[in-house]
């Protein structure tokens, strides 16, 4: 069966919480794109948010995205590797409406083999351990919102810093003392810092006993990377700036992490994801899931890569639970478990049909 269709729509997803603030950003509304290949009455269906970090605009990420889903038509299912070949090449610029489209296709591709994304790859879903972002907000607040988190039975959190020492550690001290030394807690400093101040940083984190420093300092600097992890007491991981196998490389070569994060939109999907959690196994490096931002189809293929590689630590795709998505049900979180379904494609569920129009 070959893509007789194809399709590129919008979205914009309300964030629950307005005042939701990392790295300098405040994130009211999240914009980004929804994609849809169709072979005859089956549809695959992809997301991918837009990032100021990744995109000039959304409407960048639109064209882009129009772009790599018309190359697909005529594709035949039936050797998913050249219809995968189709999607070109990662770079920044194209990977986050590149990892849409791959969504899509691998989406359609496993619905018309009726069965899983996962199983397709030759992996088992299983449940994810997942973690709650809790974003830059007072320290009495912050810790509030940690409470409610663990008490709706999430054993994990990340907090965010902001380079700002003294208030970031009394932000997540405030944090640990509402959860007790059970949490798994990270924190992710979003390149605040420069390799001295980070290194004072992780020090001063010493007794809050935190599980992982994600990014403290500029991602094109591999050099303090590897000074901060040359003093530090706790993983030190990288995160931003892995956008094609060559800045992995570069990481690995300066030894200056001990894990990275793996995000679908900034590396170009979840094939090339996977090729990084690999390529960072054979040097000793550990991959963990990094943040799936938007509704609940990127959690579920964020969540895939843990049924097809041994990712480390807590992930990051529960997020879709302060964004509405009033056209897909939300995927099962029982017991900081996300429930990966062993259903067609991705096990996404529309609650309506695809409303925008094909093309192709």
């Known amino acids: 069966m070959r893509i007789d269709g194809w399709s590129v729509a919008p979205v914009e997803h309300r964030n629950l919480d307005p005042e939701w603030h990392y790295a300098g950003r405040d994130v009211p509304r999240l914009p980004g794109i929804r994609v849809a290949l169709r072979a005859g009455d089956l549809t695959g269906e992809g997301y991918a948010p837009f990032l100021p970090h990744l995109d000039a605009s959304p409407q960048a990420l639109d064209a882009v995205a129009r772009r790599i889903a018309a190359g697909l038509t005529g594709a035949d299912l039936a050797t998913p590797d050249a219809a995968l070949a189709r999607l070109g090449p990662c770079a920044k610029a194209r990977n ?13 591709a496993a619905r018309l083999r009726g069965q899983s994304v996962a199983r397709m790859l ?6 994810v351990p997942v973690l709650r972002i809790i974003p830059v907000k007072s320290p009495d607040h912050m810790a509030a919102i940690a409470s409610g988190l663990v008490s709706e039975g999430y054993g994990a959190l990340k907090l965010k810093a902001t380079g700002v020492q003294a208030e970031d550690i009394a932000r997540i001290a405030a944090v640990r003392a509402a959860v007790g030394p059970e949490v798994v807690l990270t924190v992710d400093a979003n390149q605040a810092c420069d390799a001295e101040s980070a290194q004072r940083f992780e020090a001063a984190l010493g007794p809050l006993d935190i599980w992982s420093l994600e ?68 040097r000793g490096v550990h991959a963990r899931i990094g943040t799936a931002f938007g509704g609940p189809l ?63």
């Open 298 to 360: 990127v959690s579920l293929a964020t969540a895939t890569l843990a049924a097809l590689h041994p990712c480390t630590g807590p992930a990051e795709c529960a997020e879709f639970r302060h964004f509405d998505d009033e056209d897909h049900h939300w995927p099962e979180i029982r017991d900081g478990l996300l429930h990966l379904p062993d259903a067609p494609g991705f096990g996404q569920v529309r609650k309506a049909p695809w409303p925008a129009p094909w093309q192709g």
């Open 96 to 108: 986050a409406a590149r990892s849409a489209v791959e969504m899509a296709l691998l989406d359609l």
């Open 122 to 127: 030759g992996g088992v879903p299983a449940p």
């Open 215 to 282: 990014q403290p300092v500029p991602a094109g600097d591999p050099a303090a990377l590897a000074a901060v992890r040359g003093t530090a007491r706790t993983r030190i991981e990288a995160d931003e700036g892995l956008f094609a196998s060559g800045d992995l490389a570069r990481i690995l070569d300066a030894q200056a992490t001990d894990g990275i994060s793996l995000k679908l939109a900034r590396s170009g999907g979840l094939l090339p994801s996977l090729d990084m959690a690999r390529a960072a196994a054979a």
